[in-house]
């Protein structure tokens, strides 16, 4: 499951992609900041649910806790668990702690991902609701440091030298290109425009989740771990070792419970809400847009307009939010069926809103072929590469910004 948040802000923060000729006016982060920072994510959200009647910046900061708090509930729960690595290449890149001294994980069980999947769809729902309205409602804001977000992947309370959460999504998802010194990271202020960016962020999960759910990863997961336990068995027998032993463990396993999972039946109740979630994505993302190109100030700006600058290290070129509006109408043609996905073989479009709406197993040798894919084929317009490439960068949790960085 490849989706991990705030990972626009956190995973930006290391990227110079271009450096700002003259970068904003710095600014000092809220109590609050320091307060997440000192306590952890959970205290911090306990204490603001609890308010009879909570500020719009307030609201924001229980609506970015309980976003957090999802991610933080999945980390905790890998860090808890011996993750085999032949099931890497399904879960994706994750934050995980090592264990502690003496500390034994639990074997994965079959279920875990499922599990992960709803913690995530019933996180992003509260922060949903934390946020409902906040966009186009009185004006507030909300200074961060970055470097107070951390991640208590143990849950002892305390924060260890490894749960800083900007490194931790860097190094998810950047791997390899992740810098090991970040340096510090500048204070961001939040204000209502970022309300809609966060409500787009939570969508995008919750269609991501929506999807692990559709396609049910538990029984494939299941067979595999089942007939690993049988190869270690036997060449624990004949004393060949317990794994890896042929060179290709770590190819054949991931990939048999990925192909296994996609050629399942998905539940279309569970590929509709994906769908629908992946809508209002788009529709807060107009939001946002909408929200930012009104700005006067110019604080600590996280996504700026034309006339405002960028506190993070990253030149934003002009015009961005207009040229965004093409690859947010070319998504939004691409889950009606109004525009296609190009199939790879012929001059023929794919219907993914179709697909979304009655969807069929995909086993590889039928989408390689086409006659998995044959229902769906479509007569309309289909999108450029470009675009498509874009759409899949706004569904994958390796986004950055929204994708809005990939537009440079």
Same mark, same amino acid.
């Given at each position: 499951?490849? +989706?991990?948040?705030? !990972? &626009?802000?956190?995973?930006?923060?290391?990227? #110079?992609?271009?450096?700002?000729?003259?970068?904003?006016?710095? @600014?000092?982060?809220?109590?609050? #900041?320091?307060? @997440?920072?000192?306590?952890?994510?959970?205290? +911090?959200?306990?204490?603001?649910? !609890?308010?009879?009647?909570?500020?719009?910046? *307030?609201?924001f900061a229980m609506g970015g806790l309980e976003f957090l708090a999802g991610i933080e509930g999945m980390a905790q729960t890998l860090a808890q668990v011996a993750m085999p690595n032949e099931l890497d290449m399904v879960m994706g890149p994750l934050p995980r #702690?090592?264990?502690?001294?003496? $500390?034994?994980?639990?074997?994965?069980?079959?279920?875990?991902?499922?599990?992960?999947a709803q913690g995530v769809s019933a996180a992003m729902a509260r922060s949903e609701a934390a946020l409902q309205g906040l966009a186009e409602g009185p004006e507030f804001g909300l200074a961060l440091d970055p470097d107070d977000l951390w991640f208590d992947?143990?849950?002892?309370?305390?924060?260890?030298?490894?749960?800083?959460?900007?490194? %931790?999504?860097?190094?998810?998802? %950047?791997?390899?290109?992740?810098?090991?010194?970040?340096?510090? !990271?500048?204070?961001?202020?939040?204000?209502?425009? /970022?309300? &809609?960016?966060?409500?787009?962020?939570?969508?995008?999960?919750?269609?991501t989740a929506e999807m692990v759910q559709a396609f049910d990863p538990e029984p494939p997961i299941a067979r =595999?771990?089942?007939?690993? *336990?049988?190869?270690?068995?036997?060449?624990?027998? $004949?004393?060949?070792?317990? =794994?890896?032993?042929?060179?290709?463990?770590?190819?054949?396993?991931?990939?048999? =419970?990925?192909? /296994?999972?996609?050629?399942?039946?998905?539940?279309?109740?569970?590929?509709?809400?994906?769908?629908d979630h992946w809508r209002a994505m788009l529709a807060q993302n107009r939001l946002f847009w909408r929200r930012v190109a009104t700005e006067t100030d110019n604080r600590a700006e996280f996504i700026p307009n034309d006339a405002q600058q960028s506190v993070l290290p990253i030149a934003f070129p002009q015009g961005l939010g207009a040229s965004w509006q093409d690859v947010l109408a070319d998504a939004e043609a691409l889950l009606e069926g109004r525009a296609t996905i190009p199939f790879w073989r012929a001059p023929i479009g794919i219907d993914l809103g179709a697909w979304l709406q009655d969807p069929a197993p995909l086993p590889l040798t039928g989408v390689i072929q086409g006659w998995a894919l044959a229902p769906y084929f479509s007569e309309a317009p289909r999108v450029s590469p470009e675009s498509w490439?874009?759409? $899949?960068?706004?569904?994958?949790?390796? !986004?950055?910004?929204? =994708?809005? @960085?990939?537009?440079?």
């Open positions: 499951m490849r +989706v991990l948040p705030i !990972a &626009a802000l956190l995973l930006s923060l290391p990227l #110079s992609l271009a450096a700002q000729e003259a970068p904003a006016p710095a @600014i000092g982060a809220d109590p609050l #900041s320091a307060e @997440i920072g000192a306590q952890g994510i959970r205290p +911090v959200l306990a204490r603001l649910s !609890a308010l009879p009647a909570p500020t719009p910046q *307030e609201r #702690s090592r264990p502690a001294p003496g $500390e034994v994980p639990r074997r994965l069980a079959p279920g875990d991902i499922t599990a992960l992947l143990d849950g002892d309370g305390q924060r260890g030298p490894q749960e800083a959460a900007r490194p %931790m999504l860097a190094q998810m998802l %950047m791997g390899r290109r992740a810098p090991q010194d970040t340096g510090p !990271a500048p204070v961001i202020r939040f204000d209502n425009a /970022d309300a &809609a960016w966060l409500s787009a962020y939570t969508h995008m999960l919750s269609g =595999t771990l089942a007939t690993l *336990e049988r190869i270690a068995a036997a060449r624990t027998a $004949e004393g060949q070792g317990i =794994t890896r032993d042929l060179g290709l463990d770590g190819f054949i396993d991931p990939m048999a =419970t990925l192909l /296994d999972i996609l050629a399942q039946q998905p539940d279309p109740a569970h590929t509709r809400a994906a769908r490439r874009q759409f $899949e960068a706004m569904l994958d949790g390796r !986004a950055t910004l929204m =994708t809005v @960085i990939t537009l440079n």
